[in-house]
């Protein structure tokens, strides 16, 4: 079955304090993998897409990277307007021409100052 | 400025009544979609179209309705026969390697 596993659940960083937040995916072959913020009661924004393992993309504080079975975004010198859930998203090959994406249940960062 | 407009934001239903959650585009996007979100839940796709006059079900489709007559709307209907329609309900369209959403509906059933 087709899978989205983030983690950690939550995290909390002092300003400044670089770290990583993890997501792991089972798919039988992988389409695309996305990267989202969501704020409290708002629609999630795009951050990146990332198609084959290898790839990294940056902005601003944010670098997400892919491998074969998870991906990552690092989180350089966060800063408390970075608190947000991120949330990662994957489309599979076997979705044929629609884009259903199986989404994960994200992580919740809370940046201190 | 181009972007996805849900109403209202805030919304109440009474039990055994229809309500019905706008979404209209304006970034010329062919598909369309609907999800709803409930706490410790992920994303949850109620429908999808990806053309005008053509739509079809999610994973949790049952209790709801859409029509898609024009490009630039996509409204959801949730029905009585919905046992748990409260959530946060994001509407989103897509072009090829991203989606763009909406800032979301809450719905109370009172």
């Known amino acids: 079955e087709d899978q989205v596993t983030q983690s950690p659940e939550a995290l909390r960083l002092q300003e400044g304090e670089s770290s990583s937040l993890n997501c792991s995916y089972t798919v039988s072959g992988l389409r695309g993998l996305f990267w989202y913020r969501q704020d409290p009661g708002k629609g999630p924004e795009f951050l990146f897409t990332?198609?084959?393992?290898?790839e990294e993309k940056e902005k601003e504080r944010l670098k997400a990277t892919l491998t074969k079975k998870e991906s990552f975004l690092h989180i350089t010198a966060p800063k408390p307007e970075d608190s947000a859930t991120y949330l990662c998203?994957?489309?599979?090959?076997?979705?044929?021409?629609?884009?259903?994406?199986?989404w994960g249940l994200g992580t919740s960062l809370a940046v201190n100052p | 400025d181009g972007g996805i407009t849900q109403s209202p934001k805030y919304l109440f239903r009474k039990e055994g009544q229809n309500v019905t959650l706008s979404c209209e585009q304006n970034l010329n996007h062919d598909a369309m979609y609907w999800y709803r979100q409930d706490p410790g839940q992920g994303l949850r796709l109620i429908y999808y179209?990806?053309?005008?006059?053509?739509?079809q079900k999610g994973d949790i489709a049952e209790g709801y309705s859409v029509s898609r007559e024009k490009k630039e709307s996509f409204p959801l209907t949730v029905t009585s026969a919905q046992k748990n329609p409260t959530a946060f309900y994001l509407c989103a369209s897509s072009m090829r390697d991203r989606e763009f959403f909406g800032e979301g509906s809450w719905l109370t059933v009172v």
């Open positions: 990332l198609y084959s393992a290898g």
């Open positions: 179209s990806q053309i005008v006059n053509d739509f």
């Open positions: 998203a994957v489309q599979a090959t076997g979705a044929g021409n629609n884009r259903k994406l199986i």
